[in-house]
């Protein structure tokens, strides 16, 4: 049976995600820092290296690709310069942009860091955050419904930054769709559109996000609490599987009834960048695979820790996380 969970991983390759987000650019200038400015107290990054990478939901993308299937991205990007470096990543990637609008009166998000020594010393956000215009937003959901009707989905994932790209009136047409077509539906939330999120198969905040969504005072480790506030959210929202992420204390997935809560493994963490991301990734896979609660928790646990360890915003490597099921399931 065990040997079969591979198996069954293999076969990811057959599936096809829809990634609705907001995608971004990670920006990354590395350097090595020898002294202090004399201008103010601050250290000067004598820069030897720049890198752009697709970021955000391109970064599920990015993940869902990595594990073998096919991501399909639908976005909005503003007309400019950064818009032609997501065009040309994606490219690279050899990744499908039928999704994407251009809007003139956007700006296409950016995140710049600065490292040195494999620490984060400064981000500069570009970005614009406002929800989209009305005739964007309704051009957005005319594509992706086209999309959803033209392309065989195995499984949606709302990717939410809060950049405005996912707004209430498209949430509910494309939960409304989805589940007339009997699509699974992920959403990775943030707290603007957090209440907005009903009817899904699967919502995974991470703590923040699960106790300012629901205006709790509860603590990361008190279990038994986290399991009684999802059962109720489950109940009133609709929502079958409530999977908060809770970092050092591990993962928990809960429906009305039942729940399971997988402790965090040890890890030599360096970069917690990105890793919600991989964590909706597998977890939709698994998910679209038909694996059992517990299975996709401990996977998203496991895919989550992994990329925990590089730096900068990395996708998941299959035969790494391969190798890591074989170690926790002893296969």
């Given amino acids: ?9 293999d076969q990811f390759k057959n599936l096809t995600v829809l990634i609705i987000g ?17 201008e103010a107290p601050v250290p000067i990054v004598s820069c030897n290296k720049k890198e752009d990478r697709l970021g955000g939901a391109a970064n599920v993308a990015l993940n869902i690709a990595s594990l073998g299937a096919k991501p399909l991205l639908c976005s909005v990007v503003g007309n400019d310069d950064k818009a032609n470096t997501v065009f040309n990543l994606l490219d ?14 956007r700006k296409t998000t950016v995140k710049s860091r600065i490292i040195s020594s494999g620490q984060h010393l400064l981000r500069v956000d570009e970005e614009i955050t406002d929800n989209l215009s009305n005739e964007t937003e309704k ?34 047409s494309i939960v409304d769709f989805a589940n007339e077509k009997k699509i699974p539906i992920l959403v990775d939330p943030k707290k603007r559109n957090f209440e907005y999120y009903k009817n899904v ?20 480790t008190d279990i038994l609490g986290i399991s009684k506030v999802c059962k109720e959210f489950a109940k009133i929202s609709g929502n079958k599987f409530i999977m908060p992420t809770l970092s050092e204390a591990g993962i928990f997935i809960s ?24 964590v909706i990734a597998v977890a939709s896979l698994a998910l679209a695979s038909n694996f059992l ?39």
């Fill in 1 to 9: 049976m065990k040997v079969e969970i591979l198996n069954r991983i």
């Fill in 293 to 331: 609660p517990d299975e996709i928790a401990a996977f998203a646990n496991i895919a989550g820790g992994l990329v925990c360890e590089k730096v900068g915003v990395v996708p998941i490597n299959i035969e790494e996380f391969k190798i890591e099921l074989i170690n926790y399931f002893e296969i």
């Fill in 255 to 278: 429906d009305t009834e039942k729940w399971v809560h997988i402790s965090a493994q040890k890890r030599d963490i360096v970069d917690v960048s990105g890793a919600g991301d991989t």
């Fill in 92 to 105: 690279e990637q050899k990744m499908s942009k039928i999704g994407i609008i251009i809007d003139s009166n």
């Fill in 201 to 220: 198969t699967l919502i995974k905040p991470n703590f923040k996000e699960l106790i300012e969504g629901l205006k709790l005072n509860i603590e990361k």
């Fill in 139 to 172: 051009l957005f959901i005319e594509k992706i419904h086209f999309i959803i009707e033209n392309q065989n989905i195995n499984a949606i994932i709302f990717e939410d930054y809060d950049k405005g790209v996912i707004t209430k009136n498209l949430i509910k």
């Fill in 22 to 38: 907001d995608i971004m650019i990670d920006a990354y200038l590395w350097g090595n820092v020898e002294r202090i400015s004399p």
